[in-house]
T-cell receptor, first 114, second 115 residues
Framework: DTAVSQTPKYLVTQMGNDKSIKCEQN?????MYWYKQDSKKFLKIMFS???????INETVPNRFSPKSPDKAHLNLHINSLELGDSAVYFC?????????????FGSGTQLSVL | AQKVTQAQTEISVVEKEDVTLDCVYE???????LFWYKQPPSGELVFLIR??????QNEISGRYSWNFQKSTSSFNFTITASQVVDSAVYFC????????????FGIGTKLQVIP
């Protein structure tokens, strides 16, 4: 039973389209995150939510809108996709929002914008 | 500001060799946590170890060992008798109080173990 699951695994779309990536965790964690991994493997946090409340928003364009309907889900909606959005997006969770918490990652969504 | 430097972008070793992955960090906080994560070819990042800034004891877990030295702000990772299954990208990461659980990752070191 997958702890952090995200769908789809691959997403290929045209520039200008709107797309969503879904994430669910069954670990009972309070905190969820979205990370972006670029083509050079650099991982950077985009957002974090704690009990459905937005905590971190790392200067991400407002075309990216996270939504957390409950603390087990954190979806990412992207409007007007651009070529530079092509990357692997990882959902993650941690039990609490504390400095020492280890992260549990989903398997990633590879987004290709053509 | 937080910063994590992994100077080795790619390393290749022959199976059974030992290999050390370097990690140097910067933080203004006295309380912080360091992590290593493994990203195998399948893509999912997996937690390996967590170390807090007050615990400088080295740790060994099977073939894996970690050397934390505050004096040089380093948290190096050694794999002994490497195996092909160790081939992956390894990320060092830092989380401090000022970062509010914003974990900063290094650029990663790609390790290839050749049979």
């Amino acid at each position: 039973d997958t702890a952090v699951s995200q769908t789809p695994k691959y997403l290929v779309t045209q520039m200008g389209n709107d797309k969503s990536i879904k994430c669910e965790q069954n670990l009972g964690h309070d905190t969820m995150y979205w990370y972006k991994q670029d083509s050079k493997k650099f991982l950077k946090i985009m957002f974090s939510y704690n009990n459905k409340e937005l905590i971190i928003n790392e200067t991400v364009p407002n075309r990216f809108s996270p939504k957390s309907p409950d603390k087990a889900h954190l979806n990412l909606h992207i409007n007007s996709l651009e070529l530079g959005d092509s990357a692997v997006y990882f959902c993650a969770s941690s039990q609490y929002m504390k400095t020492n918490e280890k992260l549990f990652f989903g398997s990633g969504t590879q987004l290709s914008v053509l | 500001a937080q910063k994590v430097t992994q100077a080795q972008t790619e390393i290749s070793v022959v199976e059974k060799e030992d290999v050390t992955l370097d990690c140097v960090y910067e933080t203004r906080d006295t309380t912080y946590y360091l992590f290593w994560y493994k990203q195998p070819p399948s893509g999912e990042l997996v937690f390996l170890i967590r170390r807090n800034s007050f615990d400088e004891q080295n740790e060994i877990s099977g073939r894996y060992s970690w050397n934390f030295q505050k004096s040089t702000s380093s948290f190096n990772f050694t794999i002994t008798a490497s195996q092909v299954v160790d081939s992956a990208v390894y990320f060092c990461a830092l989380s401090d109080l000022g970062g509010y659980q914003k974990v900063t990752f290094g650029i990663g070191t790609k390790l290839q173990v050749i049979p």
